[in-house]
């Protein structure tokens, strides 16, 4: 993933890691209990822009903070900040039944080969993951030469297992699961775009809801090209550091960022690290956009949100359950899930 420099070495140095640092999930014995129960440390939360009040206030009494401006106003609102061109936020863009799709696709079809993800390094392609993580199986790596994993129902592990066989369950590598790339593959070893590595158009119905977002960031007349998409999967603690989206061709597209499942912290940050950076929620359902300047600003998400208040996603959860079952709610309960599309020539 998107390395910070070396952590130790430059805790402190920049605005930007001093962000990080204030919001990241630190635990701390609980002193009224302190059978060695660890809670996570409480955090200011004042300074954070919280786009979802503020769309309340403006579509009630026309308000804004200072330094927001409404780009358009439709159906719902689009939302700017005045030092940062080219970003555009838009709460509450997905319907909840938008959310469930979309998180049932990133954990069932997105990571299918020959999309990759974060395993293909270690485990090869790794097909139906999902499924197996729900049918408790076991992946088994079955040929040590050329390195070829299989999946296996618990019951018949022994008798597939030599003793000396590696082995980890789905539900383990299912929590792992840290990345998929659609549509052409980006190569995080080398942080390159790999157009030689085969691979699908990323589907339909995602390159629609892309292109209808990324309308008000698009140059007059133009239409968004959605080209490739990182799915990035959140658990507890999980972070992405500040980082610059620079490997696709032309700036003046945005990427096209959606938010799913437990709430989270974004750091919209300026051209370098020493700018004092924005910090805003990212809610199950909000739409970001980073377009010419901004994608020149560092960016990260600190935080996820995993408990039950915080997390804001109760009605997110009840939709999923009785639509598909307690597995996708399960998964869902203490992770956040991130699809972000770009244009990449
Ligand atoms: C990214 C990214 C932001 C997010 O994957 O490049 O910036 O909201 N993601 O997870
Ligand atoms: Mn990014």
């Given at each position: ?244 989206d620079d490997m696709e061709a032309d700036w003046?597209k945005?990427i ?86 770009r244009q990449v020539?």
């Open positions: 993933m998107y390395e910070s420099a070396n952590v130790s070495d430059d805790a402190d140095r920049t605005a930007f890691r001093r962000a990080e640092k204030k919001y990241k999930l630190y635990y701390e014995k609980d002193s009224k209990f302190s059978r060695r129960k660890k809670l996570p440390k409480p955090i200011d939360l004042s300074e954070l822009l919280d786009f979802k009040l503020i769309s309340q206030d403006f579509n009630n009494n026309g308000v804004l903070p200072d330094g927001i401006r409404v780009s358009k106003v439709d159906s719902s609102p689009v939302f700017c900040i005045e030092n940062r061109p080219g970003f555009y936020f838009i709460p509450g863009a997905l319907s909840l039944e938008e959310q469930c799709k979309w998180i049932k696709e990133s954990l069932t079809n997105f990571p299918q080969p020959p999309n990759r993800t974060n395993h293909n390094a270690i485990y090869g392609p790794i097909a139906d993951l999902f499924d197996s993580a729900k049918d408790n199986k076991v992946l088994v790596q079955e040929d040590l030469t050329n390195n070829k994993w299989k999946f296996y129902e618990e019951d018949d592990i022994a008798k597939a297992k030599q003793s000396s066989c590696k082995s980890v369950s789905a539900s383990v590598l299912l929590r792992k699961l840290r990345w998929s790339t659609l549509g052409l593959q980006f190569d995080w070893s080398k942080r390159n775009y790999d157009v030689s590595l085969p691979h699908n158009n990323i589907p339909d119905a995602l390159c629609q809801l892309a292109k209808t977002h990324a309308a008000i960031a698009m140059p007059d007349g133009e239409e968004f090209r959605p080209e490739g998409a990182i799915v990035n999967y959140f658990g507890i603690g999980d972070t992405l550091g500040g980082h610059l003046s945005p096209v960022s959606m938010s799913l499942g437990c709430k989270a912290i974004f750091l919209l940050g300026g051209k370098s690290k020493d700018d004092p950076p924005h910090a805003m929620y990212l809610r199950s359902g909000d739409v970001v956009l980073m377009a010419g300047e901004a994608r020149e600003c560092f960016h990260g998400v600190p935080r996820i949100f995993t408990d039950e208040k915080n997390a804001e996603i109760g009605a997110l959860e009840s939709e999923l359950s009785h639509e598909s079952g307690h597995f996708f709610t399960e998964y869902i309960k203490t992770s956040r899930i991130n699809i972000n599309i020539f």
